[in-house]
Protein backbone atom coordinates (compact mmCIF):
# COMPACT_ATOMS: atom_id res chain seq x y z
CA UNK A 1 0.00 0.00 0.00
CA UNK A 2 0.95 3.42 -0.54
CA UNK A 3 0.55 7.09 1.92
CA UNK A 4 0.44 10.13 0.30
CA UNK A 5 1.31 12.74 2.52
CA UNK A 6 -1.94 15.59 1.14
CA UNK A 7 -1.38 17.83 4.65
CA UNK A 8 0.85 18.22 7.81
CA UNK A 9 0.32 21.13 9.13
CA UNK A 10 -0.97 21.33 12.94
CA UNK A 11 -3.43 23.37 14.25
CA UNK A 12 -4.25 25.84 10.92
CA UNK A 13 -2.55 25.53 7.61
CA UNK A 14 0.95 26.67 6.82
CA UNK A 15 2.52 28.75 3.83
CA UNK A 16 3.84 25.45 3.06
CA UNK A 17 1.12 23.01 3.62
CA UNK A 18 -2.54 22.19 4.28
CA UNK A 19 -3.63 20.77 7.61
CA UNK A 20 -3.50 16.73 8.51
CA UNK A 21 -4.57 14.73 5.79
CA UNK A 22 -3.49 11.39 4.43
CA UNK A 23 -4.27 9.16 1.23
CA UNK A 24 -3.57 5.84 1.41
CA UNK A 25 -4.16 3.42 -1.74
CA UNK A 26 -3.94 0.23 -2.17
CA UNK A 27 -5.43 -2.33 -5.27
CA UNK A 28 -7.37 0.55 -6.50
CA UNK A 29 -9.32 2.29 -3.38
CA UNK A 30 -8.22 5.16 -2.00
CA UNK A 31 -8.75 5.86 1.60
CA UNK A 32 -8.40 9.36 2.57
CA UNK A 33 -7.65 9.59 6.61
CA UNK A 34 -8.55 13.09 7.90
CA UNK A 35 -9.67 16.12 6.09
CA UNK A 36 -8.28 19.51 7.69
CA UNK A 37 -8.07 22.85 6.72
CA UNK A 38 -7.01 22.99 2.79
CA UNK A 39 -7.02 19.38 2.79
CA UNK A 40 -9.27 19.37 -0.41
CA UNK A 41 -7.77 21.60 -2.83
CA UNK A 42 -4.62 19.77 -1.88
CA UNK A 43 -6.25 16.39 -2.14
CA UNK A 44 -6.84 17.34 -6.05
CA UNK A 45 -3.41 16.88 -6.61
CA UNK A 46 -3.44 12.76 -6.24
CA UNK A 47 -6.30 11.73 -6.07
CA UNK A 48 -9.61 13.09 -7.96
CA UNK A 49 -12.86 14.15 -6.02
CA UNK A 50 -15.02 11.71 -6.97
CA UNK A 51 -12.62 8.79 -6.81
CA UNK A 52 -12.46 8.24 -3.33
CA UNK A 53 -13.66 5.80 -1.82
CA UNK A 54 -14.26 6.18 2.04
CA UNK A 55 -12.62 8.49 4.61
CA UNK A 56 -12.22 8.09 8.35
CA UNK A 57 -11.62 11.36 10.78
CA UNK A 58 -9.52 10.43 13.64
CA UNK A 59 -11.64 13.55 15.59
CA UNK A 60 -13.50 16.59 15.19
CA UNK A 61 -11.28 19.41 15.55
CA UNK A 62 -11.70 21.81 12.68
CA UNK A 63 -7.43 20.74 11.76
CA UNK A 64 -8.73 17.47 11.22
CA UNK A 65 -12.06 17.61 9.93
CA UNK A 66 -13.52 20.67 8.62
CA UNK A 67 -12.91 20.44 4.64
CA UNK A 68 -15.52 17.90 4.86
CA UNK A 69 -17.68 20.84 4.63
CA UNK A 70 -15.96 21.68 1.27
CA UNK A 71 -16.52 18.09 -0.05
CA UNK A 72 -19.71 17.92 0.75
CA UNK A 73 -20.50 21.11 -1.08
CA UNK A 74 -18.23 19.02 -4.26
CA UNK A 75 -20.32 16.31 -4.31
CA UNK A 76 -23.76 17.46 -3.65
CA UNK A 77 -23.62 20.03 -6.44
CA UNK A 78 -21.72 17.85 -9.07
CA UNK A 79 -23.13 18.97 -12.47
CA UNK A 80 -23.54 15.44 -13.52
CA UNK A 81 -25.64 14.62 -9.82
CA UNK A 82 -24.52 13.29 -6.82
CA UNK A 83 -22.37 10.30 -6.14
CA UNK A 84 -23.62 7.72 -4.20
CA UNK A 85 -22.89 8.54 -0.90
CA UNK A 86 -19.44 8.16 0.25
CA UNK A 87 -18.63 5.66 3.70
CA UNK A 88 -17.53 8.27 5.95
CA UNK A 89 -15.80 6.65 9.63
CA UNK A 90 -15.70 9.22 12.35
CA UNK A 91 -16.70 9.47 16.35
CA UNK A 92 -20.04 9.66 17.54
CA UNK A 93 -21.78 12.68 17.10
CA UNK A 94 -19.58 13.22 13.43
CA UNK A 95 -22.67 13.94 11.30
CA UNK A 96 -24.20 16.31 13.49
CA UNK A 97 -21.03 17.98 14.39
CA UNK A 98 -20.16 18.66 10.22
CA UNK A 99 -23.60 19.72 10.06
CA UNK A 100 -23.62 22.35 12.84
CA UNK A 101 -19.98 24.02 10.67
CA UNK A 102 -21.76 24.12 7.89
CA UNK A 103 -24.76 25.78 9.29
CA UNK A 104 -27.43 23.07 8.31
CA UNK A 105 -30.32 21.41 10.32
CA UNK A 106 -28.51 18.27 11.52
CA UNK A 107 -31.54 16.20 10.10
CA UNK A 108 -31.30 15.28 7.12
CA UNK A 109 -27.78 17.29 7.74
CA UNK A 110 -25.40 15.56 4.92
CA UNK A 111 -26.68 11.94 5.49
CA UNK A 112 -27.76 12.07 1.79
CA UNK A 113 -24.13 12.58 0.53
CA UNK A 114 -22.28 10.81 3.10
CA UNK A 115 -23.02 7.54 4.65
CA UNK A 116 -21.78 7.76 8.13
CA UNK A 117 -20.32 5.49 10.60
CA UNK A 118 -19.39 5.70 14.12
CA UNK A 119 -15.84 3.96 15.05
CA UNK A 120 -15.17 1.70 17.95
CA UNK A 121 -12.47 -0.68 18.55
CA UNK A 122 -13.21 -3.66 16.60
CA UNK A 123 -11.37 -4.55 13.71
CA UNK A 124 -13.23 -3.94 10.56
CA UNK A 125 -12.59 -4.48 6.40
CA UNK A 126 -12.23 -1.82 4.56
CA UNK A 127 -12.38 -2.22 0.78
CA UNK A 128 -8.60 -4.70 0.94
CA UNK A 129 -7.96 -2.97 4.48
CA UNK A 130 -8.31 -4.16 7.72
CA UNK A 131 -8.78 -1.47 10.38
CA UNK A 132 -8.22 -1.33 14.14
CA UNK A 133 -8.71 1.95 15.54
CA UNK A 134 -7.55 2.84 19.49
CA UNK A 135 -8.65 5.72 21.49
CA UNK A 136 -6.01 7.74 22.24
CA UNK A 137 -5.40 10.89 24.72
CA UNK A 138 -6.89 14.40 23.77
CA UNK A 139 -9.98 16.64 25.11
CA UNK A 140 -12.32 15.35 22.81
CA UNK A 141 -12.78 11.66 21.47
CA UNK A 142 -9.96 10.84 19.40
CA UNK A 143 -8.69 7.76 17.80
CA UNK A 144 -5.45 6.27 16.41
CA UNK A 145 -5.72 4.15 13.29
CA UNK A 146 -3.77 0.82 12.07
CA UNK A 147 -4.13 0.02 8.50
CA UNK A 148 -2.96 -3.22 7.71
CA UNK A 149 -2.91 -4.84 3.75
CA UNK A 150 -0.63 -7.98 2.44
CA UNK A 151 0.87 -8.27 5.83
CA UNK A 152 2.14 -4.65 6.20
CA UNK A 153 1.06 -2.03 8.63
CA UNK A 154 0.91 1.67 8.78
CA UNK A 155 -0.79 3.27 12.24
CA UNK A 156 -1.53 7.22 12.57
CA UNK A 157 -1.48 8.83 15.62
CA UNK A 158 -4.01 11.70 15.25
CA UNK A 159 -3.74 13.69 18.00
CA UNK A 160 -2.67 12.19 21.30
CA UNK A 161 -0.84 12.83 24.30
CA UNK A 162 1.80 9.84 25.53
CA UNK A 163 -0.76 6.45 26.13
CA UNK A 164 -0.20 2.98 25.74
CA UNK A 165 -2.87 2.37 23.66
CA UNK A 166 -0.89 4.10 21.20
CA UNK A 167 2.11 1.81 21.88
CA UNK A 168 -0.15 -1.06 22.01
CA UNK A 169 -1.89 -0.41 18.51
CA UNK A 170 1.81 0.59 17.14
CA UNK A 171 3.33 -2.42 17.95
CA UNK A 172 5.78 -3.87 15.47
CA UNK A 173 4.10 -1.73 12.21
CA UNK A 174 6.55 -0.90 9.31
CA UNK A 175 5.50 3.09 9.34
CA UNK A 176 4.38 4.99 12.23
CA UNK A 177 3.00 8.36 11.14
CA UNK A 178 2.87 10.37 14.37
CA UNK A 179 2.29 13.74 15.35
CA UNK A 180 5.22 15.82 16.89
CA UNK A 181 3.01 19.27 17.65
CA UNK A 182 4.90 20.11 21.13
CA UNK A 183 8.76 20.70 21.34
CA UNK A 184 10.25 19.20 24.34
CA UNK A 185 11.19 21.43 27.30
CA UNK A 186 9.09 24.00 26.08
CA UNK A 187 5.14 22.85 26.32
CA UNK A 188 3.64 20.64 29.03
CA UNK A 189 0.06 20.18 28.56
CA UNK A 190 -1.28 16.46 29.64
CA UNK A 191 -2.58 14.39 27.38
CA UNK A 192 -2.87 16.60 24.38
CA UNK A 193 -0.34 16.22 22.04
CA UNK A 194 3.20 14.55 21.66
CA UNK A 195 6.64 16.15 21.18
CA UNK A 196 9.15 14.94 19.01
CA UNK A 197 11.17 13.03 22.25
CA UNK A 198 7.77 11.70 22.89
CA UNK A 199 7.24 9.91 19.57
CA UNK A 200 10.64 8.91 19.16
CA UNK A 201 10.15 7.15 22.49
CA UNK A 202 6.60 5.71 21.15
CA UNK A 203 8.40 4.34 18.43
CA UNK A 204 11.07 2.60 20.13
CA UNK A 205 8.49 1.02 22.43
CA UNK A 206 6.45 -0.01 19.79
CA UNK A 207 9.23 -1.39 17.68
CA UNK A 208 8.31 0.26 14.76
CA UNK A 209 10.18 -0.10 11.02
CA UNK A 210 9.86 3.88 10.49
CA UNK A 211 8.82 6.72 11.69
CA UNK A 212 7.10 10.19 10.00
CA UNK A 213 6.48 12.99 12.13
CA UNK A 214 3.85 14.85 11.16
CA UNK A 215 0.98 17.57 12.21
CA UNK A 216 4.30 20.33 13.77
CA UNK A 217 2.29 24.15 13.61
CA UNK A 218 3.74 26.49 12.29
CA UNK A 219 5.54 28.06 14.82
CA UNK A 220 7.44 24.51 16.30
CA UNK A 221 10.63 23.93 14.68
CA UNK A 222 10.85 20.56 13.26
CA UNK A 223 14.04 19.90 12.66
CA UNK A 224 14.43 20.03 16.48
CA UNK A 225 11.37 17.52 16.71
CA UNK A 226 13.46 15.37 14.30
CA UNK A 227 16.36 15.38 15.88
CA UNK A 228 15.07 14.98 19.60
CA UNK A 229 12.59 11.97 17.96
CA UNK A 230 15.84 10.44 16.51
CA UNK A 231 17.29 10.58 19.85
CA UNK A 232 14.84 8.45 21.30
CA UNK A 233 14.32 6.46 18.60
CA UNK A 234 17.52 3.80 16.44
CA UNK A 235 15.00 3.70 12.96
CA UNK A 236 15.06 6.59 10.08
CA UNK A 237 12.78 9.64 11.03
CA UNK A 238 11.55 11.64 9.20
CA UNK A 239 8.98 14.72 8.47
CA UNK A 240 5.96 14.52 6.60
CA UNK A 241 5.82 16.97 3.65
CA UNK A 242 3.20 17.56 1.42
CA UNK A 243 3.25 15.49 -1.89
CA UNK A 244 5.52 12.66 -0.07
CA UNK A 245 4.36 9.12 -0.99
CA UNK A 246 5.68 6.05 1.12
CA UNK A 247 5.57 2.26 -0.18
CA UNK A 248 4.85 0.19 2.75
Known sequence: ?????????????????????????????????????????????????????????????????IDMCAYYVARNYRVEGCPDPLPVYGPHGTAERLARAYDMDEHPGMKQV?????????????????????????????FAFRVEHGGRSLVYSGDTGPCQQLIDLAGGADLLLSEAAFTHGKEEIPDLHLNGRQA?????????GRLVLTHIPPWTDPERNRADAAAAYGGPVE???PGAVYEI
Not at 22 to 36: C, S, T, W
Not at 42 to 50: E, V, W
Not at 123 to 134: D, K, N, R, S
Open 114 to 142: FDFNTLDTAPFQLGPFTITAARVAHPVEA
Open 200 to 208: GEAAARAGV
Open 1 to 65: MDLTVVGSSGSFPSADSPCSSYLVQAEGFRLVIDLGNGALGALQRYCGLYEVDAVMLSHLHADHC
Open 239 to 241: LAR
